[in-house]
């Protein structure tokens, strides 16, 4: 699925949804080992660039996520939420 470079709509940025599936249609791409050389580098380039912004806003969205703490004698505050791993929350529950 090539893209035009002369796409408005594919110079716009993609939100994160859109850019997953983008790097997943890569990914697929390369795998099939139907592309040319050129083709294949220039996926790869694409790639990565998606990677690197994807864990950007993962990386901040990590750091936007707090919960509310009241400590005994002071005004509430916040500090960053801990993750428990293989704590299953049922769906719609959140972990707060």
Known sequence: MARAKGDAAADAPLDFEQSMK????????????????E???A????GIQLSRRLQQVLDESEK???RLVEKEGSPPST???E?????DLPEGELPF
């Open 83 to 87: 993750h428990s791993p293989g704590r």
């Open 39 to 41: 083709d294949s580098i």
């Open 64 to 66: 936007r996520i707090e």
């Open 43 to 46: 996926r790869y380039e694409e």
């Open 79 to 81: 500090e960053p939420m």
């Open 22 to 37: 983008r790097l997943e249609t890569i990914v697929e791409e390369l795998e099939s080992g139907e592309l040319s050389l």
